[in-house]
């Protein structure tokens, strides 16, 4: 049984840095793409950050180009996501995704492509 779940949410002023974990259980990390979505109010599930690999493999969107850092930890099974300079308009809920495939077989940001997720961890940035 595959299980995701996300932590390290919070609420953070405008410019400031948060760091999610999503802790796997039931698939390997490194053996399969593993995303970071979001979803904010009153929006679809947008897609942010995957990477897979022995090599870490990463892509962003445009959103979280620059900013955002996703990595992995194979010792924990563990997927983190770096975000700094925060912005109001990265409050949302954070989902950490996984698929038993690797990422450059699917379209990495679409969330039909995407088996597991976890519950969400919340990120509000505001002054």
């Known amino acids: 049984q595959v299980q995701l779940v996300e932590s390290g949410g919070g609420s953070v002023q405008p410019g400031g840095s948060l760091r999610l974990s999503c802790v796997a259980t039931g698939i390997t990390v490194r053996r399969n793409c593993m995303g970071w979505f979001r979803q904010a109010p009153g929006r679809g599930r947008e897609g942010v950050a995957t990477?897979?690999?022995?090599?870490?493999?990463?892509y962003y969107s445009d959103s979280g180009k620059g900013r955002f850092a996703i990595s992995q930890d194979s010792a924990k099974n563990t997927v983190y996501l770096q975000m700094n300079s925060l912005e109001p308009e990265d409050t949302a809920m954070y989902y950490c995704a996984a698929t038993t495939r690797a990422c450059w077989m699917i379209r990495q940001l679409a969330e039909y492509e995407y088996n597991y997720w976890g519950q969400g961890t919340q990120v509000t940035v505001s002054s």
């Open positions: 990477i897979y690999g022995d090599f870490d493999s990463t």
